[in-house]
């Protein structure tokens, strides 16, 4: 981790000052048309509400109806892929009876007065599959104000009722006359605002929940190339960066000698910043060149310079003695010497790089008027425009951010330091502002000089009585805190337990009287960070493959086992049994093949799977995924199964053989040939059954991932009676059962 990044953001945030923009101040700027501007309680009461509270009167500055008839939707959180475009369209859209030709979609300029997350408010930023969860209220309510104001202005207009004007696919009509969204803008922009606009209800929705109603507002452009990335943006003048990082972390630059640097063509200056040092050239493969022949010494003093090996091993060591309190439940260790049978088990799970597609890369550049302007997928927007105010000198109203699609993120751009967004403002200051500046992390970069998954160790001791009841469950965790050090210190880690790590196995879902969880705090140099469904992705994989032990040493079906500690949770036992049903639960497989189940609930999401594999010399091949999922109310069905999908095809190369290690600390795998992501072909057949809810919606983008690991566990040890704990599954490493 980088210290002078985590001081600047922390200091940003604690001067940060947003301010509207100006395409915010009203209909008549926009040439007419109908903005609804939203405002916050006298108080800010609007910033830290849960969903479903009651919201301001003017529910967000989100609808901008113009006079061509096109409704723009403007998207506050970050598109990374998991379809947050389409899905806040939708549900503006739906309240506002739209034709779907008609909506478009752009993202938020950075202001978290306006755009903060109702979650985790007051920042504008999107994390833990929030977005679709935190909105669902707010959007539902600025789509059904501004067709209140439509209706007005079509009232006013024709001289009637409004309670008899009637709308349907983009048309305002009553008896023989009508007029479209566009025809009325001008005269709605001058109407109130409603106070408590009436919502529909779910049998009146049109486009909420259904199949093929909806597709996605970014497909064509994406994928026919318009689609614009950071990686596309060209300004004039522009040069590129690349910087050249400590290979160890926490090392920094004693001095370095660019001679042979600035003989590559191309190149037109060297820079030292805070992490490293900046060769900036007139295009990307100059700078490459260039940081190729930089001679850098480096101050290793207070870098990790330990293996990965050593750095578990320290666990271990950590893991022998009592750790935090994280959760208590009745007594564990009393209720252990009750047990008739006992299993200890060990669980490993190393570092993992985040790999999106896109590397890492942004624009920045000084205006005329002394103010910064940026392009970049930004997923934390409060937190980095006050991070570059802070290293540019300037009030943050006096930077505009332009979120663009990112191709990918999984949480790397979820940086609580603002690493890349940092060193685009300190490279473009120490370069005197002479031109706009291209920062690019090559893939290398990121693999051997970013953020990390944290390596995790887990120690469970559990036992069952004489009637295959639980006794006792003990589970000691140890791992590096995200949250410790960080701006969200004071508010996310509590007596020095962070939620993040135990999340998962201190709030299990089921109904174990006696558990008692620990953590361990790891000390290590590696920069750590949260990894799509973050603590979940091991505590998932411990929890669900422990139950499925405890259930052979009870002699009981695992399914059967599960359900009799899920009666206090109806929604994981609800999806655990469709799942089961869907999957054939208890129907034979040749040998060879194994079926395996696991229940698991994250960002409020209920999930379930059951995994099908082949183990055939040695080697696991995963056959088919079943999962069934509860996250409320569904906006896009399409969606939803898609991010299940990609959750699978995400966290089956972690299951099967990917692993960042340390050597001398530094990191081994360089990239996609050392980290192979999960490849087409050996996908599985995956199948999403969705379960109908009335709930509010939660969030989708994470919850599909913990699930994975555990149902190829558990598959493999019913084909195989070998029990996989760690991951990825090594097959060599295990015992019998």
């Not at 093929?212 to 990335?229: I, L, N, W, Y």
């Not at 706009?436 to 036992?463: C, F, N, S």
């Not at 939803?640 to 990191?667: D, H, M, P, Y």
């Not at 996609?672 to 995956?686: W, Y």
Request: charge should be neutral.
């Amino acid at each position: 981790m980088q210290p002078q990044h985590l001081t600047v953001a922390a200091d940003a945030i604690r001067s940060y000052e947003a301010t509207r923009r100006a395409f915010l101040k009203g209909g008549a700027a926009l040439g007419g048309a109908l903005v609804v501007a939203g405002i916050v309680g006298p108080n800010g009461e609007a910033l830290a509400q849960a969903p479903g509270a009651n919201l301001p009167a003017n529910p967000g500055a989100f609808v901008r109806i113009a006079p061509d008839n096109t409704v723009t939707v403007i998207i506050k959180a970050l598109d990374k892929g998991q379809g947050v475009t389409t899905g806040l369209t939708t549900i503006v859209a739906d309240e506002l009876d739209a034709d779907w030709s008609q909506m478009r979609a752009v993202f938020a300029p950075a202001d978290h007065r306006l755009y903060n997350n109702l979650l985790f408010g007051p920042v504008q930023g999107v994390g833990g599959s929030t977005t679709i969860a935190g909105s669902w209220l707010q959007m539902r309510k600025a789509g059904a104000a501004a067709k209140q104001m439509l209706i007005a202005a079509a009232a006013a207009e024709w001289g009637v009722p409004a309670a008899d004007i009637r709308v349907a696919r983009g048309v305002v009509s009553h008896g023989g006359r009508q007029a479209t969204f566009g025809q009325l803008s001008a005269k709605a922009a001058t109407m109130p605002v409603v106070a408590d606009p009436v919502l529909k209800g779910p049998g009146d929705w049109t486009l909420i929940g259904k199949d093929g109603a909806t597709p996605r507002v970014d497909s064509v452009a994406k994928t026919s190339g318009q689609a614009t990335f950071s990686i596309d943006v060209r300004r004039p003048g522009m040069l590129t960066a690349l910087v050249a990082h400590s290979p160890k972390f926490g090392g920094r630059v004693r001095s370095f000698d660019a001679a042979e640097t600035r003989k590559v063509k191309g190149v037109v200056d060297v820079v030292e910043i805070p992490s490293g040092v900046a060769v900036v050239a007139r295009d990307t493969w100059s700078a490459m060149k260039g940081r190729d022949a930089l001679k850098v010494t480096w101050n290793f003093t207070a870098a990790e310079t330990r293996s990965s090996d050593a750095i578990m091993a320290e666990y271990k060591r950590q893991a022998a003695s009592r750790g935090l309190s994280a959760g208590r439940r009745g007594d564990a260790a009393q209720g252990l010497t009750r047990a008739a049978k006992v299993i200890e088990a060990e669980f490993e799970f190393p570092y993992l790089a985040h790999a999106p597609m896109e590397p890492l890369n942004g624009v920045i550049e000084r205006r005329a008027d002394g103010g910064i302007e940026a392009w970049a997928g930004f997923q934390f927007q409060t937190v980095e425009q006050a991070t570059v105010a802070a290293i540019c000198g300037v009030p943050a109203n006096q930077v505009q951010l332009n979120t663009l699609f990112a191709g990918g993120s999984f949480g790397r751009r979820a940086t609580p330091t603002c690493d890349y967004v940092s060193e685009m403002a300190h490279i473009l200051k120490a370069t005197g502002y002479r031109a706009p500046i291209h920062l690019v992390w090559t893939r290398e970069d990121d693999m051997q000089a970013g953020y990390y998954r944290p390596m995790v160790y887990h120690k469970v001791r559990a036992g069952v009585d004489a009637q295959g009841r639980i006794a006792g469950w003990e589970h000691r965790i140890v791992g590096k805190s995200i949250l410790i050090g960080s701006p969200f210190e004071a508010t996310m880690v509590a007596n020095g337990v962070d939620a993040t790590t135990v999340e998962g196995a201190n709030d299990t879902r089921y109904d174990i009287a006696n558990l008692n969880v620990e953590v361990h705090n790891g000390r290590e140099g590696v920069p750590v960070l949260w990894w799509r469904s973050v603590g979940h992705t091991h505590t998932g994989q411990v929890t669900e493959v422990v139950m499925d032990e405890l259930a052979q040493a009870a002699g009981k079906d695992p399914l059967a086992f599960r359900l009799d500690y899920l009666g206090k949770a109806p929604r994981d036992a609800a999806v655990l049994k469709l799942a089961a049903e869907k999957a054939g639960w208890g129907q034979p497989l040749p040998p060879g093949k194994g079926r395996g189940i696991a229940v698991h609930e994250s960002f409020r999401t209920h999930v379930a799977m059951a995994a099908e594999v082949t183990v055939d010399g040695g080697k696991v091949k995963v056959d088919r995924i079943v999962a069934a999922v509860d996250c409320g109310i569904v906006v896009n069905p399409d969606i939803v199964r898609a991010q299940i999908e990609g959750a699978v095809g995400f966290a089956l190369s972690s299951v099967l053989r990917n692993r960042l290690t340390l050597k001398e600390g530094e990191v081994q795998e360089t990239n996609f040939d050392t980290f192979e992501p999960t490849r087409m072909s050996e996908m599985p057949k995956v199948e999403v059954h969705l379960v109908a809810s009335t709930e509010p919606p939660t969030g989708i983008g994470e919850p599909g991932v913990p699930l994975v690991g555990p149902a190829i566990s558990n598959a493999v040890f019913a084909a195989t009676g070998k029990r996989p704990r760690s991951l990825p599954i090594d097959l060599n490493q295990l015992g019998g059962a």
